[in-house]
């Protein structure tokens, strides 16, 4: 078995997502139904102060509770979220919940352990990645080596998200990881060792691998580590005692698999791209005639390819797309038979 998964995976993560735009945000003290909406987990506060300030007018209290209250209607459909999402890439009675042209309009926020709960039925997400106060994201780590591998966190996302008291919780989630911090084993088959991600599912969850190709752009998100960030964290979350141990010097390295994968898909600016561009519903009608909805989220090769040709097309270059798909699509290619 690895190191343990709290101390050497999970909190080098957080801390990691601090060095790449996050604010860490203690739970402690916060109480669901005051602090955040229990049904949703979208933090009243940030959510508020984010409407006000991307939409440039006034949101008081009771206007932002109301609004969330509207997305819980949204949230509570069968519909893989797919109202909800539509109010994202729009807005919800005329307020845009995100700024996709200016990252720095929006706040993005960690936190660790928030609880998902539905009478007797709870999980609480290793680190969940909010937008805005809204819970776009989350992330579940396990130690290195660990049984079964990532397929064990795999079948207990699947077995959960197929209740229907976490079917709010399903809707809101756009993006979700998961790692055991340890590098793709190529001769498997199977998900068992590496970092992936999937977009939200009833049923079972399509795991990606993720392979950056910008590895120089990737690198250069990461800011000077901060001791007093990284032992805050550490405190909150009674581990004070191992900052400074080597193990812990090694688990924080940005290169390290867990911190890869936050910085490809939930760095601010990559992951506002893959709200706003990686994610499509597809209709699909199964071998007994059934029409059933799918959730997708971009695969890497994908991903990159169209962060590519919109370069090109910023830069005025459409008549070179041709050429550009055509290089992409063989190496593309070439990726998906080695993931």
Request: aromatic share 10%; net charge neutral; glycine share 6%.
């Amino acid at each position: 078995m690895g190191r343990p998964e709290d101390e050497y995976v999970k909190l080098p993560a957080i801390i990691h997502a601090t060095r790449i735009g996050y604010r860490y945000h203690s739970i402690k003290g916060d109480v669901s139904g005051i602090d955040y909406d229990v049904d949703t987990n979208i933090f009243f506060e940030p959510f508020r102060e984010a409407l006000e300030r991307i939409n440039s007018r006034p949101v008081d209290a009771d206007k932002a509770h109301y609004l969330v209250s509207q997305l819980k209607l949204k949230l509570s459909g069968n519909d893989l979220g797919r109202a909800f999402f539509a109010c994202l890439q729009s807005s919800l009675e005329g307020y845009r919940l995100i700024d996709f042209e200016n990252p720095a309009n929006n706040d993005f926020t960690v936190v660790t352990e928030l609880p998902y709960a539905n009478g007797e039925d709870s999980f609480r997400p290793d680190i969940t990645f909010l937008v805005n106060g809204m819970p776009l994201g989350f992330m579940e780590v396990k130690r290195e080596n660990n049984k079964d591998g990532i397929l064990a966190e795999h079948d207990r996302m699947h077995a959960r998200f197929k209740n229907e008291a976490y079917r709010r919780f399903a809707n809101i989630v756009q993006v979700m990881a998961f790692s055991n911090n340890q590098e793709y084993d190529d001769e498997e088959r199977k998900p068992v060792q590496g970092s992936f991600y999937a977009a939200s599912a009833y049923g079972r969850l399509m795991l990606n691998h993720f392979r950056e190709e910008d590895l120089e752009e990737m690198a250069h998100l990461v800011v000077d580590r901060d001791s007093a960030k990284e032992k805050l964290v550490l405190r909150d979350n009674n581990m004070a005692s191992i900052y400074g141990t080597a193990e812990f010097e090694s688990s924080i390295n940005p290169a390290a698999p867990a911190n890869r994968i936050i910085t490809s898909v939930f760095s601010p600016t990559r992951f506002l791209f893959l709200l706003h561009y990686g994610i499509a519903y597809v209709e699909k009608v199964n071998d007994e005639g059934i029409k059933r909805t799918e959730k997708h989220v971009m695969r890497y090769p994908q991903l990159f390819a169209t962060m590519a040709v919109g370069r090109v097309l910023a830069a005025g270059g459409g008549g070179t797309l041709k050429a550009l798909f055509g290089t992409r699509r063989a190496a593309a290619r070439r990726r998906s038979r080695s993931s």
